[in-house]
Nanobody
Framework: QVQLVESGGGLVQAGGSLRLSCAAS????????MGWFRQPPGKKREFVGI????????YYADSVKGRFTISRDNAKNTLYLQMNSLKPEDTAVYFC???????????????WGQGTSVTVSS
C-alpha cells in the first residue's frame, strides 16, 4: 500500500499562495488517482480536487476552482497542490490520498497522509 507524507503547510495572509507537497513511497503517484481533501476546524473532511490515474485529468471543488491547481511529478513521485488567492475560509488541515480506482469517490481512497495545516489570516 502506498504511503503518503504531506508538507508545505503554514500561515499565510489572505491573497497569498502556498504549495503543498505529497511525497509517495511504496507506489507511484501516476498509477493511482490522487486526491487532495481538507478538513476545516470543526467541520467534516471535504473534497478539494483529484488527478485521475488515466489521462491525468483534474477536477476541483467549485470553492477552489480557478485558484488551486493539482499536479504530479512522476520523477519525484510527488503530488502537489498549488494554492493561490487564498482566503480565510481555506483554513484547514489538508490531506492527500490515493485510490486504485480511476473514478473514485472519497470512500474509494484507501491510503491517506497525516495532513498538513494551512491557516489563512485576514
Amino acid at each position: 500500500q502506498v504511503q503518503l507524507v504531506e508538507s508545505g503547510g503554514g500561515l499565510v495572509q489572505a491573497g497569498g499562495s502556498l504549495r503543498l507537497s505529497c511525497a509517495a513511497s511504496g507506489g507511484t503517484v501516476s498509477s493511482y488517482t490522487m486526491g487532495w481533501f481538507r478538513q476545516p476546524p470543526g467541520k467534516k473532511r471535504e473534497f478539494v480536487g483529484i488527478i485521475r490515474s488515466l489521462g491525468g485529468y483534474t477536477y476541483y471543488a467549485d470553492s477552489v476552482k480557478g485558484r488551486f491547481t493539482i499536479s504530479r511529478d512522476n520523477a519525484k513521485n510527488t503530488l502537489y497542490l498549488q494554492m493561490n488567492s487564498l482566503k480565510p475560509e481555506d483554513t484547514a488541515v489538508y490531506f492527500c490520498a490515493a485510490s486504485q480506482r480511476n473514478i473514485a469517490t472519497m470512500a474509494d481512497f484507501g491510503s491517506w497522509g497525516q495532513g498538513t495545516s494551512v491557516t489563512v489570516s485576514s
